[in-house]
């Protein structure tokens, strides 16, 4: 069975940094790009971010582009979106979730929240 | 980048009534290899968004045959033959042609 678990949300003041994890299993991890999305509270899905196999390839919206980081280490089954420079409207429900072809996603955690304020 | 606009944004429907959900994306969504990649996400209040449709009308493994998928191109539609009180939630279509992006979602509630 695949899962997804999130974690490293919480409370962050405006201008901080905060580390996002998800680990993964029921699934060749390696295999696979994986992705970040966010939904603000009583929002829509956004698409964030995401990852090749090996890491060498990484893709982000324009909102975060410069502030985020995305990484993985495949020995361990996880991926990792470093916030950076965090503002208020970078409050949100953040989910990773797997690639699915067509560059889709199929698979989603049960996402972490992290609240940008003073 | 590709806009996804769906509509409703809102859907009241009586329990047992069909209910229907365009997607209209800004270009194609015809890939080089001749599919077309667009998916719908059902979240359920309070939960994580689950995929019941991929590749326009092909039903995720466990979601009820009253689903279905439609629909080319640029424009796709997702029907509900008989709508049950558990269907209440947002849907959500989605692309991935260039930068993944979203349909702003069609809220279903019981009328």
């Known amino acids: ?118 | 980048d590709v806009v996804m606009t769906q509509s409703p944004l809102s859907l009241p429907v009586t329990l047992g009534q069909p209910a229907s959900i365009s997607c209209r994306s800004s270009q194609s969504l015809v890939y080089s290899d001749g599919n077309t990649y667009l998916n719908w996400f059902q979240q359920r209040p309070g939960q994580s968004p689950r995929r019941l449709i991929y590749k326009v009308s092909n039903r995720d493994s466990g979601v009820p045959d009253r689903f279905s998928g439609s629909g080319s191109g640029t424009d796709f539609t997702l029907k509900i033959s008989r709508v049950e009180a558990e269907d209440v939630g947002v849907y959500y279509c989605m692309q991935g042609m260039y930068w993944p992006s979203f349909g702003q979602g069609t809220r279903l509630e019981i009328k």
């Not at chain 1, 997804?4 to 580390?19: A, D, W």
């Not at chain 1, 470093?82 to 970078?90: H, I, W």
Request: charged share 15%; proline share 3%.
């Open chain 1, 1 to 118: 069975e695949v899962q997804l678990v999130e974690s490293g949300g919480g409370l962050v003041q405006p201008g901080g940094s905060l580390r996002l994890s998800c680990a993964a299993s029921g699934f060749t991890f390696s295999n696979y790009w994986m992705h970040w999305v966010r939904q603000a509270p009583g929002k829509g899905l956004v698409w964030v971010s995401r990852i090749n196999t090996d890491g060498s390839t990484t893709d982000y919206a324009d909102s975060v582009k410069g502030r985020f980081t995305i990484s993985r280490d495949n020995a361990k089954n996880t991926f990792f979106l470093q916030m950076n420079s965090l503002r208020a409207e970078d409050t949100a429900v953040y989910y990773c979730a797997r690639d699915a072809p067509g560059g889709l996603v199929d698979y989603w955690g049960q996402g972490t929240l992290v609240t940008v304020s003073s």
